[in-house]
């Protein structure tokens, strides 16, 4: 009966070790039938410009635009459910924000005419410059310092 016991107790401690682990806080893909913006309220109907926020509850936030975003990122503040990660699509993959790296124009198309648009490393982003004669790049600090002149 000791053995079946012990059994048990092992089983149970491995099924709570395996369960309690930290949370992944990973992107999950855009859906454009019903993803919304939860700034501009509009669809999230084009993947390439979409961005995530990834609550510590494991809450995901859709954006359609990174300015949107930004905006929702400077203005959150909630200590009980903080932001744990956040993230750009860039070249048909998910980004860290932090890692990302950003191509500004004005006359940049983006869905609410922010013209910021990102990209998984600098070089991708000096190249889009390069190609569009026009633009700066931006790492994330900058990012952080732009003046949003966005639908926003």
Not at 17 to 43: F, Q
Not at 81 to 90: C, F, L, T
Not at 137 to 148: E, R
Request: hydrophobic share 40%; proline share 5%; glycine share 6%.
């Amino acid at each position: 009966m000791t053995w079946r016991f012990g059994t048990v107790v092992a089983a149970v401690g491995l099924m709570l070790a395996t369960s309690c682990g930290k949370p992944s806080y990973e992107p999950r893909p855009i859906n454009p039938d019903i993803d919304v913006c939860i700034i501009c309220n509009m669809s999230v109907a084009n993947e390439d410009y979409a961005t995530e926020v990834v609550l510590t509850d494991g809450k995901i936030m859709t954006f359609d635009d990174i300015g949107c975003m930004m905006d929702y990122i400077q203005s959150y503040h909630n200590a009980d459910n903080p932001i744990a990660k956040s993230y750009v699509y860039a070249a048909s993959n998910w980004v860290e924000l932090e890692q990302a790296w950003f191509a500004y124009h004005q006359d940049f198309w983006t869905p609410m005419a922010n013209g910021v648009l990102a990209f998984p490393n600098k070089e991708q982003a000096e190249q889009y410059v390069a190609q569009e004669g026009k633009g700066n790049v931006l790492s994330f600090p900058d990012l952080k310092q732009h003046k949003w002149d966005g639908h926003q």
